[in-house]
């Protein structure tokens, strides 16, 4: 509510009074106190981040023979920083578990978005190291592509290459101010309308002790968190895009309605894209990729997934998790030729239901934080309760919102209605009828804003 009625409109206003050669400061002061806002702790860590980055590409670009090792020292720095906030609480809680010790130690609290700035400003030394752009100069621009506010906290990661034109010269179109704002309301609508009231099912289902689900209400709650998970995050990522779009940035696409994929390949290649393309372009082709044989090309593909599972969260369930999906990865990999023939509607819907059991029985190790937990998920899912099935317990957690926002949220899976934010209606009734579904969007939104308390954060742990 604050951001939108207070913070957003103020910084716009500023934004649009100025010199456009004084935009960039308007954003990256607006990005810093936002962050600050969050953060204040926390705002040094990231601001170290960025003068590290900026003092290593400049040295790397003027290394010569001893850029390798100055770009092994940057990343090492950025990755120091990642490790210790991210990942100190799980070193040491295992380490004690190991040594059967009971050793305290100070719990670190991580900051927000740390994991999507960090992989940032990575990209930019090795895109500065690969020549691929030159060094920017200017630490302030710097400081705006690592801390922009539309997607730092939330994603997409953006890439340097990507959007370096950009920081140095930008314009805004009434058209790209039009379609960033209904863009946004789409954003807005996905983490309001639909994931907070499915996501409200799966928090009351995974409240109950896991050892007593049925295998109905498992499969619930699972389903629930896939479709809030998937909104929730497609709906930050919209919001994004969208406010990139009214401040005249591009921000790459994150979301590609994954839940139509027939494989678990083609789902990673619809779902959190700027993180799959990431991972590919600065873990998979640098460990190899599928130059080495087929042997070496699938444990490359399962210590990326590996790598990925520990990057959304420091624990044992996420490092499983990425093994799990790494293992599936693998076994498409080596049964590619099957995957690509052109299949009947009975083996493509077969393909569907394969790719999205997987996905959802995942969640099972990703939504919980002790595997002790997953573990009973899994076995209620398979059946192995000891809780019978009772479908008339589910009333207890589904009412007529929840299954209005079941259906919407199956619906808005598919691609029906991908164009309509930039879609041009011809004559003004049309435009009108398009302009009121927005609004009306809006006020919806701003009415289960006002309505409700639930409003979870879910990407703390990134």
């Known amino acids: 509510m604050t951001f939108v009625f207070i913070y957003l409109p103020v910084v716009l206003a500023i934004y649009f009074a100025v010199r456009p050669a004084m935009r960039n400061g308007v954003l990256l002061l607006a990005s810093l106190f936002f962050y600050a806002w969050g953060e204040p702790r926390h705002l040094a860590i990231m601001l170290l981040t960025i003068g590290v980055n900026y003092v290593g590409a400049r040295l790397i670009a003027a290394g010569g023979r001893w850029k390798g090792l100055l770009l092994a020292l940057t990343v090492s720095c950025d990755l120091w920083f990642l490790g210790y906030f991210k990942y100190f609480n799980f070193f040491a809680e295992n380490l004690n578990a190991l040594f059967s010790a009971n050793v305290d130690f100070v719990h670190?609290?991580?900051p927000i978005g740390i994991s999507f700035y960090t992989f940032q400003a990575i990209s930019y030394v090795i895109d500065v190291y690969r020549g691929e752009t030159p060094p920017q100069r200017d630490i302030w621009k710097l400081a705006l592509y690592i801390a922009l506010f539309p997607q730092l906290v939330a994603g997409p990661i953006v890439k340097y290459h990507d959007i370096a034109g950009q920081i140095e010269c930008r314009t805004t179109s009434y058209d790209d101010f039009l379609y960033g704002v209904k863009r946004f309301v789409v954003g807005l609508a996905k983490k309001v309308l639909i994931a907070n009231t499915i996501g409200n099912v799966c928090t009351q289902i995974t409240s109950q002790p896991s050892d007593e689900l049925s295998a109905v209400t498992t499969w619930t709650g699972m389903v629930s968190f896939t479709l809030q998970l998937y909104y929730d995050f497609s709906g930050y990522s919209d919001m994004a895009i969208g406010l990139g779009a009214i401040f005249g940035f591009r921000i790459p696409e994150n979301f590609n309605y994954p839940l139509i994929s027939r494989s678990i390949g083609e789902l990673w290649r619809r779902w959190h894209i700027s993180l799959s393309t990431w991972f590919k372009e600065y873990l998979y082709i640098p460990l190899g990729g599928n130059r080495n044989g087929e042997l070496r090309t699938c444990a490359n593909l399962f210590i990326v997934f590996l790598v990925t599972g520990f990057w959304h969260g420091a624990s044992w369930n996420m490092v499983i998790w990425g093994a799990w999906h790494?293992?599936?990865?693998?076994?498409?990999?080596?049964?590619?030729?099957w995957w690509k023939r052109e299949h009947?509607?009975?083996v493509r819907a077969l393909q569907h239901v394969y790719a999205t059991t997987v996905f959802?029985?995942?969640?099972a190790l990703f939504q919980p934080e002790k595997l002790s937990t997953s573990v009973n998920y899994i076995k209620a899912m398979l059946g192995l309760s000891a809780k019978p099935d009772a479908s008339f317990t589910l009333g207890y957690y589904i009412g007529n919102p929840e299954i209005a926002a079941f259906a919407v949220a199956l619906l808005c899976c598919m691609p029906i209605f991908k164009e309509l934010p930039s879609r041009k209606p011809q004559g003004l009734f049309a435009s009108a009828m398009l302009n009121a579904w927005f609004v009306l969007l809006f006020v919806l939104s701003f009415a289960s804003m006002a309505a409700s308390t639930y409003n979870p954060f879910i990407y703390f742990r990134f």
Do not use: N, Y
């Not at 790494?326 to 030729?337: A, D, H, K, Q």
């Open 326 to 337: 790494g293992m599936f990865i693998v076994f498409e990999r080596l049964t590619r030729s």
């Open 108 to 110: 670190v609290l991580m």
């Open 344 to 346: 009947g509607p009975c």
């Open 360 to 363: 959802v029985v995942g969640f």
